[in-house]
């Protein structure tokens, strides 16, 4: 277990092109497979993925569209299972979805991944405090974080949205480590570890906090 967990620092895992077209950000050279990714020196897909999956970590992220697990984690296709949803919160689906991943597919991480400046937190911060009805189904994302808002409320050190960010994260964290009847079990056995971590859209850098 704790080699999956050193795979959390960025940039570990970084894969070297088997096409002759490693690192050709670096080497000043056009990329042989045309990925985007590729072309920015972060991985190179070589074709592995068509052999089935093998991911490493199962990612609980948010679906904003600046934080990519995969380019957060220098992954490439293959590597992640991942789950998004605006607020990277655990529901119904997204358990299901997890449970999938850990029961068949035998990931032995999970990472909930926020982020900071989170949209969904922030939105929720702000309709709990003007006591604001959203429309739609906006409501269901409201209730979903409101618990780690107000846990920023209690213990938090002043930044209400930051706050609230990373106790989303511990909670949810939390809650998979303990869930029934699948993940909680598999925890208790050793075969599945959870994390907690925060991606920081300056930096670019993954910060684990639980
Ligand atoms: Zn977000």
Known sequence: MTGVRINLQR???RRDCTR?????AAAGQQSLCGQYACKQGLFC?????????????????????????????DQGPG?????????????????????????????PLIVVLGHMHCGAVAATVKAIREHAVLPGHL?????????????????GHGDLAADAMIANVRLNASRLRI????????????????????????????RVVD
């Open 45 to 73: 897909w070589t074709g592995s993925a068509l052999d089935g999956t093998n991911s490493i970590a199962a990612i609980v992220g948010c679906a904003d569209s600046r934080v990519s697990p995969e380019l957060a984690f």
């Open 139 to 155: 409501p269901e994302l409201v209730r979903a974080i409101r618990l780690a808002v107000e846990i920023a409320r209690t213990h």
């Open 79 to 107: 590597d992640l299972f991942v789950v998004r949803v605006a607020g990277n919160f655990v529901n119904d689906d997204g358990l299901a979805n997890l449970e999938y991943g850990v029961k068949f597919l035998g990931v």
């Open 179 to 206: 869930s029934k009847p699948l993940i909680g079990e598999y925890v208790r056995a050793g075969k599945v570890q959870v994390a907690g971590a925060i991606y920081d859209l300056a930096s670019g850098k993954v």
């Open 20 to 24: 002759g077209c490693a690192s050709p």
């Open 11 to 13: 940039g570990l895992l």
